[in-house]
């Protein structure tokens, strides 16, 4: 026996780890912390002082770039980047397609007595003009203007990429049509983050708590999930290769079920790899802070601090490159797929957001009675989006690969609602109902005129069921997918937020000044709470039982990719993204068409590759083992010994066989018909038959790495 799974188990075991060729100290660690980063104290000692001081402007507030400046930013930036290696240049940036796109371009231009020179110009920061012809547009651009260009968003700073024999300098950009429509992630993100600017602004404004010059800011923590395989299984998986997911497999009898794999002892080979994509990613400045084994076996973690949103979006995507890349190094492939293995734990990727207005973190109860009436005020206003548009939250984390956590049995569910915790919940209580449930001294809270008692951190562990939860001093979106730009995520969270506070704002500039102030915004707060207080929900969000209280509540339950995508297009949700600055009525229906299609795609895509496998990988080797069955079973007379066994192997094998035939057909008529939803079904029938003949196969004859030894040997 000598099989193709044999042989890779073989490379597997026999491997040894080797050290890296000198560990680095960890004060050289500190040290290089951001060096591949074109970053604000770089930029200070390269720059002109009047150039820097100019930049700055714009990178610490927004101001448009003073395209004077732009040819000395160009040569610091490309003398820097010369000096860490790097021979070429590329804009860098994130199209509808979900992943990061890059055309490098060398700095070699010719010069003058036939010698090469590196250039780098003003212009060449700027912008570019990518020939975008081939990137998902929706309509956006015909295709005789194919070009769109990318332009410098100097909020995010350049940075340098390593190859093995090389290195790039990075600029992110925005990628544009010509006229003007965002055909790229970043570009609605800046605007619903201004769109934030705006809301907040106003509503300090309107408690009379603006500070000249205070920053607002929103900010990132995105908690990375993934999954590490073996390359030698990974090469062999088809399935893995073309979709980064396992069309089939049986679950091991033992897989997650004793909980020993969560928080347990890192395996030197993957510790290895961790420590290897921390030190990349500090070099690229991008805080990584957690690192742990998740769930399922072969599942783990990887955490960055909290930063600007703008920024942070950047390094999750370079986060996710990194794994990539790390793991290849290492003889691994690390699969960002949200459901790569079936009957055990997906990946997800949990989004925590807060907002923050002169350094101070508005979603902190704070120490006095005005500061606990603004966060109250913002809390409820965010209860208010999430019940408004819970449809276009579950719309930004709607994908082909996300349905399999989403509504599938697992976390978390695809009704969208907010965890608020105990004592929270007590407070909202007394807001809406003007009443004290619990003994309390003084009675009910009187908003702006008492404070807050300070807040736990919710250390029980109901919240993790929930999609929407408070966790002390942010929110955790953890719906979104571990595969996603985390981009779109936030561009509805942003706009569904900065509507509601800009509402809430609007009410309170016209309250009669003539009265008390504190009693007109607890009415408010009232009124709002009354209608939109279903949606909090600090139970057991997988229970079966909320799901029928959910739907009792009214609120949505859009458990597939079309029915929510379908929600992006109604004519509230439009209103919404236009008024907010953050998407145009175009953009929006071209964003439908193209996340449409892309999920199409993918769908035929694994519906393709399932026949293909069942009919050319699984029969062919069930089709080996029924003849050998049959061969044995007429030279045995039923009588005889190991007759009654051969014969209802035989009849078992044949079953089956017939049964895989038979849903081979289906799928291959139901593909003709382009059906998403019908093929999802048919393969996921075709793949219950191929599953129940793992189990009969003989073990040897199987062609497919099993789940025990993906998931377990590494
Ligand atoms: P866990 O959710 O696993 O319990 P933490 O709550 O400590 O872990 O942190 C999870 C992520 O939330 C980290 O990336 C952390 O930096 C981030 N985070 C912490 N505070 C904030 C905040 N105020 N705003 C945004 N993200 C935050
Ligand atoms: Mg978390």
Sequence with gaps: MNTTRERAIAAITEQKLKNADRIPSVDEIVQRYGSDVFGIEVMRKLLPKNVFSKLLKTIKNGKPLDPTIADDVAEAMKSWAVGKGATHYTHWFQPLNGATAEKHDSFLEPGSDDKLILKFSGKNLIVGEPDASSFPSGGLRSTFEARGYTAWDPTSPAFIRRGLNGATLCIPTAFCSYTGEALDKKTPLLRSIMAMDR????????????????????????????????????????????????????????????????????????????????????????????????????????????????????????????????????????????????????????????ITYGGRNLLNPGSDPRQNAIFLTILIAIIRAVDQHADLLRASVATAGNDHRLGANEAPPAIMSVFLGEQLTDIMDQIESGKVKRARRGGVLKVGVETIPTLPRDATDRNRTSPFAFTGNKFEFRAPGSSQSCAGINVMLNAIVAESLETLASRIEDFDSAKDFNTQLQATLQRILKKHKKVIFNGNGYDEAWIHEAHRRGLPDLRTTPEALKRLIVPENIGLLEKTGVLSRAEIISRHEIFMAEYQRKIRIEGELSLLIARTVVEPAVTEQFGALAAIRTSLSPGKTGGRAVEAKFRRIGALLDDLSMKCDDLEQILKKDDAEKTVDAMTSLRRTVDLLEGVVADDKWPLPKYREMLFIY
């Design 199 to 354: 809301a907040v602004r106003r509503l300090m404004k309107a408690f009379h708590a603006e500070q000249s010059g205070a920053h607002v800011s929103i900010s990132l923590g995105a908690e990375q999930e993934y999954f590490l395989v073996d390359r030698h299984f990974y090469s062999l998986r088809p399935d893995l290769v073309q979709t980064g997911r396992t069309l089939f497999g049986a679950p091991p009898p033992k897989h997650q079920q004793l909980e020993d794999h969560y928080f347990g002892v890192i395996k030197p080979r993957i510790l290895a790899f961790m420590t290897e994509v921390e030190q990349e990613l500090w070099r690229l400045g991008i805080p990584a802070k957690t690192r742990h084994n998740e769930v399922a076996p072969a599942q783990f973690e990887v955490a960055p601090i909290f930063e600007e949103l703008n920024l942070a979006v950047d390094h999750n995507m370079l986060v996710m490159d990194v794994l990539r890349q790390v793991a290849e190094r290492h003889g691994l492939v690390c699969l960002l797929h949200e459901k790569p293995f079936a009957g055990v734990n997906g990946s997800g990727k949990h989004n925590n957001w807060s």
